[in-house]
């Protein structure tokens, strides 16, 4: 059964979700935070603060000229795309994406898209987005002198090297076989392509590999540019003939789908390969590459083939901190951390909430190509030692086809908890952000008879009253799913909700929606963050008001789908303490579109506006109420116009009895200092932005 909760928010000023950089990266430190007097340049007071309708957030490094909008609608691609000076040079319908080559800057474009839909002049757009890029999690190349201690074996395709192979003993390789090798499971492995001609993967490759940079199918063995991909791909299906070395799915077959050639072909290219290896028949996906970025597109692609029952594989990476990547994050992946021979988490190993298992992933021996030549002799390579969660990510995707041998109708997520219920703990007991539930053990989880319960389902739709006075949805606004303390999932709304790429359609979603697909059952923390607006409602337009967080719990059942609404406002209170008694003021900017003024605090409230004033001379305050009309915007500034002396002042914004404190600031007297000048005020971090009364395109300020 659909249940919906409707959720006033907590609502906590400051605490920005940056899905991509960190989850409430942006907060100031609160009433502990400490730093220099900030000299500012004097402004003119009299001047009309800027106006910049629409804010366009860029996570990462992306492909110049091209830009990705999601449809709902074939003519709205066109229309979008006509407005930019672009053309569409590709559509997936199935994943109603478009890609658009644009003749200007992207961050152009994406402003006059968003602006466009805004004002109500563009429909059917579900988002825009740059085409962003990737990159491979490169192997930790091993030891050299571990490798010339093996002398010529390690590259003698007729010895049998199973015994260097630690990583199969450690899972229990052998136990696993008993039960099953991966027979009639495809796993496909997104990479660099694979060298399907060397001797331990002949008779284990699909006949033809798809080839993400043009878009089409080869037909071929040996699709690998820079040797990653058959180093992953020996470990999941290497032959098991007493020579070279074996796979941990042995019976199992391999489909390359190459996405780096050799730099990654970009968020939309990638997107379609995973809908191309799913419809081809793949089983398992494997992957192992990420970035930083969140992309509704490649979102929507994972979505799609953990709606076709195909378990999604990736790598954590080899950064050794704790952040987030994606598509490691996307709800439903299997994020895989790395494993040393001590059976302990390896030191380079990636953490986070949304680790699933770890796997083996030091001093690993697999394959290269065979146009991999030894050093001084000239003669074929064959095989090399490689170390990080590229090699652990792998024997996970094995052990994924071994248990869907044995289950063919298990679903995505009741291939996961199988893999987990049955991983061995190697750090603290139970599930952790290190190692996630453990390092797997293929012989306990290749032998499950029962298949575990089902994943649930959430769907976060946000909303504010802002300046409006019927819910207005929030898109971008990033959602994160807790549970007992740890960030487990993490997700995005679009710009309309009126379907979910790639889900099961809810055709009752109105709002921008965040779905969340194939997660553990139980009770969760849900904490939205983004961008509060207001809506100049009798053109279209929007902007900035504040910067929100909204807080709410749900529950979800094996099977069910509960979805989530939570409404954000804007209230706030503005404290300004002045180390001396100078004379200078808190000052707010009370903006509409029929008068402009700065209100200092000892003037009354100005006709029209929800706000309250109190203080002293050195302690002043002002107070938003919860909602507040399409035309207000809010801009703080200190006011030294009228003092006599240089004023010295800390701002403090309160929502909810959550504090963020900015400064300390230093205005000479007669000086005017507003907030979208301040250096650490949280609207001045780098966005784009684009309007039509701004300075005439788009910036970064």
Request: proline letters at 6%; one cysteine or more.
């Given at each position: 059964?659909?249940?919906?909760?409707?959720?006033?928010?907590?609502?906590?000023?400051?605490?920005l979700?940056?899905?991509?950089?960190?989850?409430l990266?942006?907060?100031?430190?609160?009433?502990d935070?400490?730093?220099?007097?900030?000299?500012?340049?004097p402004?003119?007071?009299?001047?009309?603060?800027?106006?910049?309708?629409?804010?366009?957030?860029?996570?990462?490094?992306?492909?110049?000229?091209?830009?990705?909008?999601?449809?709902?609608?074939e003519?709205?691609?066109?229309?979008?795309?006509?407005?930019?000076?672009?053309?569409?040079?590709?559509?997936?319908?199935?994943?109603?994406?478009?890609?658009?080559?644009?003749?200007?800057?992207?961050?152009a474009?994406?402003?006059?898209?968003?602006?466009?839909?805004?004002?109500?002049?563009?429909?059917?757009?579900r988002?825009?987005e740059p085409?962003y890029?990737?990159?491979?999690?490169?192997?930790?190349?091993?030891d050299?002198?571990?490798?010339t201690?093996?002398?010529?074996?390690?590259?003698?395709?007729?010895?049998?090297l199973?015994?260097?192979?630690?990583?199969?003993?450690?899972?229990?390789?052998?136990a696993?076989?008993?039960?099953?090798?991966?027979?009639?499971?495809i796993?496909?492995?997104l990479?660099?392509?694979?060298?399907?001609t060397?001797?331990?993967?002949?008779?284990?490759?699909e006949?033809?590999?798809?080839?993400?940079?043009?878009?089409t199918?080869?037909?071929?063995?040996d699709?690998?540019?820079?040797?990653?991909?058959?180093?992953?791909?020996?470990?999941?299906?290497?032959?098991?003939d007493?020579?070279?070395?074996?796979?941990?799915?042995?019976?199992?077959?391999i489909?390359?789908?190459?996405?780096?050639?050799?730099?990654?072909?970009?968020?939309?290219?990638?997107?379609?390969?995973?809908?191309?290896?799913?419809?081809?028949g793949?089983?398992?996906?494997?992957?192992?590459?990420?970035g930083?970025?969140?992309?509704?597109?490649l979102?929507?692609?994972?979505?799609y083939?953990?709606?076709?029952?195909?378990?999604?594989v990736?790598?954590?990476?080899?950064?050794?901190?704790?952040?987030?990547?994606?598509?490691?994050?996307?709800?439903?992946?299997?994020?895989?951390?790395?494993?040393?021979?001590?059976d302990?988490?390896?030191?380079f190993?990636?953490?986070?909430?949304?680790?699933?298992?770890?796997?083996?992933?030091?001093?690993i021996?697999?394959c290269?190509?065979?146009?991999?030549?030894?050093?001084?002799?000239?003669?074929?390579?064959?095989?090399?030692?490689?170390g990080?969660?590229?090699?652990?990510a792998?024997?996970?995707?094995?052990?994924?086809?071994l248990?869907?041998?044995?289950h063919?109708?298990?679903?995505?997520?009741?291939?996961?908890?199988?893999?987990?219920?049955?991983?061995?703990?190697?750090?603290?007991?139970?599930?952790?952000?290190?190692?996630?539930?453990?390092?797997?053990?293929?012989?306990?989880?290749?032998?499950?008879?029962?298949?575990?319960?089902?994943?649930?389902?959430?769907?976060?739709?946000?909303?504010?009253?802002?300046?409006?006075?019927?819910?207005?949805?929030?898109?971008?606004?990033?959602?994160?799913?807790?549970?007992?303390?740890?960030?487990?999932?993490?997700?995005?709304?679009?710009?309309?909700?009126?379907?979910?790429l790639g889900?099961?359609?809810?055709p009752?979603?109105?709002?921008?929606?965040?779905?969340?697909?194939?997660?553990?059952?139980?009770?969760?923390?849900?904490?939205?963050?983004?961008?509060?607006?207001?809506?100049?409602?009798?053109t279209?337009?929007?902007?900035?008001?504040?910067?929100?967080?909204?807080?709410?719990?749900?529950?979800?059942?094996?099977?069910?789908?509960?979805?989530?609404t939570?409404?954000?406002?804007?209230?706030?209170?503005?404290?300004?303490?002045?180390?001396?008694d100078?004379g200078a003021?808190?000052?707010?900017?009370?903006?509409?579109?029929?008068?402009?003024?700065?209100?200092v605090?000892?003037?009354?409230?100005?006709?029209g506006?929800?706000?309250?004033?109190?203080?002293?001379?050195?302690?002043?305050?002002?107070k938003?109420?919860p909602?507040?009309?399409?035309?207000?915007?809010?801009?703080?500034?200190?006011d030294?116009?009228?003092?006599?002396?240089?004023?010295?002042?800390?701002?403090?914004?309160?929502?909810?009895?959550v504090?963020?404190?900015?400064?300390?600031?230093?205005?000479?007297?007669?000086?005017f200092?507003?907030?979208?000048?301040w250096?650490?005020?949280?609207?001045?971090?780098?966005?784009?932005?684009?309007?039509?009364d701004?300075?005439?395109?788009?910036?970064?300020?």
């Amino acid at each position: 059964m659909k249940k919906t909760l409707l959720l006033s928010g907590v609502l906590l000023l400051g605490l920005l979700l940056i899905g991509c950089s960190g989850l409430l990266s942006q907060n100031r430190g609160g009433a502990d935070y400490v730093g220099d007097a900030v000299a500012p340049t004097p402004a003119d007071p009299n001047a009309q603060p800027p106006d910049w309708q629409v804010s366009v957030r860029i996570e990462g490094e992306y492909r110049p000229g091209e830009v990705l909008i999601g449809y709902s609608s074939e003519a709205a691609v066109h229309e979008a795309a006509a407005l930019v000076g672009g053309s569409v040079v590709d559509r997936s319908s199935r994943l109603q994406v478009a890609k658009v080559d644009v003749p200007g800057a992207v961050p152009a474009a994406l402003g006059r898209i968003m602006q466009a839909v805004r004002r109500g002049e563009l429909r059917d757009v579900r988002f825009v987005e740059p085409n962003y890029t990737r990159e491979l999690i490169e192997p930790r190349r091993e030891d050299r002198a571990m490798v010339t201690e093996l002398g010529p074996r390690v590259y003698d395709p007729a010895v049998d090297l199973r015994p260097r192979q630690w990583g199969l003993d450690m899972v229990n390789a052998e136990a696993a076989w008993a039960h099953a090798t991966g027979q009639g499971v495809i796993v496909a492995v997104l990479d660099s392509g694979v060298d399907g001609t060397h001797p331990d993967l002949e008779g284990q490759m699909e006949p033809q590999w798809f080839d993400a940079a043009s878009g089409t199918w080869v037909a071929g063995l040996d699709s690998d540019t820079q040797g990653h991909g058959t180093h992953v791909a020996g470990i999941v299906a290497a032959r098991n003939d007493g020579a070279g070395i074996t796979g941990l799915a042995p019976g199992a077959r391999i489909l390359s789908v190459r996405i780096f050639d050799p730099s990654f072909v970009g968020d939309y290219e990638a997107a379609v390969a995973i809908l191309e290896a799913v419809d081809y028949g793949a089983q398992v996906l494997n992957n192992s590459w990420g970035g930083k970025a969140f992309s509704q597109t490649l979102q929507a692609a994972v979505a799609y083939a953990l709606a076709n029952d195909a378990v999604f594989v990736v790598s954590m990476g080899n950064d050794h901190m704790d952040e987030i990547m994606f598509p490691a994050a996307y709800p439903g992946a299997i994020g895989v951390g790395a494993t040393n021979p001590d059976d302990r988490k390896a030191d380079f190993s990636t953490t986070g909430g949304y680790i699933s298992v770890s796997a083996p992933g030091e001093r690993i021996l697999s394959c290269v190509p065979t146009w991999y030549v030894q050093e001084g002799t000239g003669t074929n390579h064959h095989y090399e030692y490689q170390g990080g969660t590229s090699m652990a990510a792998p024997f996970v995707s094995a052990l994924a086809g071994l248990v869907l041998e044995r289950h063919p109708g298990a679903a995505p997520h009741q291939v996961r908890r199988v893999l987990e219920s049955t991983a061995e703990d190697v750090e603290s007991g139970g599930f952790d952000r290190r190692t996630g539930y453990g390092r797997i053990d293929a012989g306990a989880g290749a032998g499950v008879t029962v298949l575990p319960a089902d994943g649930g389902q959430v769907e976060v739709y946000v909303t504010t009253e802002s300046g409006l006075n019927w819910p207005f949805n929030l898109p971008y606004v990033d959602v994160m799913l807790r549970r007992g303390g740890v960030d487990r999932y993490f997700g995005q709304t679009d710009l309309e909700g009126w379907s979910e790429l790639g889900y099961p359609e809810d055709p009752g979603g109105i709002f921008g929606v965040a779905p969340f697909h194939g997660i553990e059952p139980g009770t969760y923390e849900v904490i939205v963050g983004g961008e509060d607006v207001t809506a100049y409602w009798w053109t279209g337009w929007s902007r900035v008001a504040n910067r929100v967080t909204a807080r709410g719990t749900v529950t979800v059942g094996a099977g069910g789908l509960e979805t989530v609404t939570l409404t954000l406002n804007s209230e706030l209170e503005v404290i300004v303490d002045f180390q001396d008694d100078v004379g200078a003021r808190l000052a707010v900017w009370e903006g509409d579109t029929f008068a402009t003024a700065w209100s200092v605090w000892e003037a009354p409230p100005a006709s029209g506006d929800w706000g309250s004033w109190s203080g002293t001379a050195t302690e002043q305050a002002y107070k938003l109420d919860p909602v507040h009309w399409d035309w207000d915007v809010y801009y703080l500034a200190i006011d030294a116009t009228g003092a006599t002396g240089d004023a010295v002042a800390t701002v403090t914004v309160i929502q909810n009895g959550v504090s963020e404190v900015y400064g300390p600031y230093a205005v000479e007297a007669g000086g005017f200092y507003p907030s979208y000048g301040w250096p650490d005020w949280w609207e001045n971090t780098p966005h784009w932005y684009f309007g039509l009364d701004g300075p005439g395109g788009p910036f970064v300020y």
